[in-house]
C-alpha cells in the first residue's frame, strides 16, 4: 500500500459536473481530491482487504442470527422494545440487504481491522463506484498511472444486478434527506442504476411521505410505498411520528430493520464477545462493562449510534488526543481497543470495503490531516499496481 502524488485532470471539476458529482467540493473545500492515489498489490487487495471484508460480513449476519429473538442482546444494543417484532420478522423472512460498506483500518503490514460498520445507510457509493472508475480510464488514457493499472470496483455492475434480484418488476420509490446535496446524489445514483436494472422508480423527500387511513404509507401521487430504498437511519425512523406505523405498513425497506442491528457500534463489543482475538477485529468493549478496564488507558470512545465521527474520542495513555462535537452518546458509549490510523505523508486514510449483496466488490479511501475520520475528510482514488 503506498500513497502515490498525481497530477490532476484540468477538466476533473467539469468531468464531475457532468457526471452529476454536485458535491465534489463543500464549504469551498475539496472533497474529492485526486492530488494523491493510494495503490494496491493484487495480494492486498484479495488476500488482505476482500477476503476479510467477506468473512466480516458473515461474522456480522451470524451475530444477526443470535440476537435478533434475544432480548439481553436487543437491550444491550438500545433497541427500542416496541420495534423488536419488526426487526425480528425482517430477518425471518429473509429480507434483502442492498449494500454496506466497511470501515477498516489498513496500511499493507498486518490484517485489516474492523472500525465499524456503515450498514444502513452509507454513502460515498457514487464516487466509489463511477467517479473514481472514470479518474481510473482517464489517468490511464493520460498517463497519469501505468497502462496496466486496475482498480478494485465492480459496485456498479452489481448494484444493477442486485436491483434485477430485489426489484422483480416492482415500483420502487427512493427517499431521504433531498436538500442535503450529498444524499440526493447518492439517491440520483442510485435510482440511476434501479432503472438501470428495469425498475420504474420515484424519488420522494421523507418528509412528503403521506400515511393513509389503512397504515399504508404513500407518494404525493397517493400511489402505494410497497418497495422503498431509504437513505435514512433505522434508529432516527423508529424515532419519528411515523415510527409507531412502521409494523403495521406492507412496506418492505431497503435496508431491511434487521440491519438496524448492524448500524450500531454496539456490534463491536458483541462480535468480539463472538469471535476473541479474530485478526480483524479490535477488542472492544461496552462503556459501562468492568472488563473495559482491560483495554487500559488507550482506546476510542464511540457512541452506539453517531454519523461521521462524531462524538468519538481517542484517548492515549490517559490522555484525549482528539474529540469530536456532536449531538450523539445518549444511548451509550462502546469502547475500543486504540489502533491509530496510519500516516501517509501526514494523511490518514480509512478504507472503505464495499459489499453489495453481500460480495466484497469495491474500495472507497477517505483521508484526512485529523485522525478522526469527519465529513469534510476527502475522498481519494485508489489503483491496483
Known sequence: MQRLACPERDDWRLTAEQTGFEFHTIDGERYWDERACYAFTLDEIENQIEAPTAEIDAMCLELVGCAVDDDEYLSRLKIPETFWPLISESWHRDEASLYGRLDLRFDGSGPAKLLEYNADTPTSIFEAAVFQWTWLEQAIDRHIVPGHADQFNSIHERLIEAWNRLGAGRHLHLTGTTDNPEDAG????????????????????????GLRDDGCFVDLDDRPMGLVFKLYPWEWMFHDEFGARLARAPTRWIEPPWKALLSNKGILPLLWEMFPDHPNLLPAFFDD??????????????????????????????????????????????????????????????????????????????????????????????AIL
Open 186 to 209: 447518492t439517491l440520483t445514483y442510485l435510482e440511476d442504476t434501479a432503472r438501470q436494472a428495469g425498475l420504474a422508480t420515484t424519488l420522494i423527500d421523507i418528509e412528503d411521505i
Open 289 to 382: 462493562d468492568p472488563n473495559a478496564a482491560h483495554l487500559g488507558t488507550s482506546f476510542v470512545r464511540k457512541p452506539l449510534f453517531s454519523r461521521e465521527g462524531a462524538n468519538v474520542t481517542l484517548v492515549s495513555d490517559g490522555t484525549t488526543v482528539m474529540e469530536q462535537q456532536g449531538p450523539y452518546g445518549a444511548e451509550g458509549f462502546v469502547r475500543q481497543a486504540l489502533a491509530p490510523l496510519p500516516n501517509f505523508s501526514g494523511q490518514h486514510p480509512v478504507i472503505g470495503s464495499w459489499l453489495i449483496d453481500h460480495v466484497p466488490c469495491g474500495l472507497s479511501i477517505r483521508e484526512d490531516e485529523n485522525p478522526i475520520t469527519g465529513n469534510t475528510s476527502r475522498f481519494l482514488p485508489h
